[in-house]
């Protein structure tokens, strides 16, 4: 399985970002994916899932109602999009997946660190959030 990420730079606050990411070798299984990130000082926060079947995306109450993730289920592609970012959004962002079948509420489960967490993970990209 591999993932690859797309995205992230320097903006300033109030701006917008778009991330995506690339899911291949999981065949035509289904699979939940998303992001993590990982801010200055603190440990990884699953802040975004959405299953391949599309039934939903979750979000972390930091970033709800500022980001949007939307699946690409042909192309395996998702894309984060981060509007009205702040600087403590300043971070490193990583892909996420696991395989399986995942419902909206089910994905709860596997967006939050722990031993739940997906088992794979694309490299990280930079998204630094300064005026």
């Known amino acids: 399985v591999q993932l690859q990420a797309y995205g992230g730079g320097l903006v300033q606050p109030g701006e917008s970002l778009r991330l995506s990411c690339e899911v291949s070798?999981?065949?035509?299984?289904?699979?939940?994916t998303g992001w993590f990130r990982q801010l200055p000082g603190k440990g990884p926060e699953g802040i975004s899932c959405i299953g391949s079947t599309d039934e939903g995306a979750i979000y972390a109450g930091s970033v709800k109602g500022r980001f949007t993730l939307s699946i690409d289920k042909v192309k395996k592609t998702t894309y984060l999009q981060m509007n009205n970012l702040k600087s403590e959004d300043t971070g490193v962002y990583y892909c996420v997946a696991d395989r399986g079948y995942y419902s909206t509420d089910s994905l709860y489960r596997v967006c939050t660190p722990g031993p739940r967490s997906p088992p794979y993970w694309g490299q990280g990209t930079l998204v630094t959030v300064s005026s």
């Open positions: 070798g999981l065949g035509g299984a289904n699979y939940a």
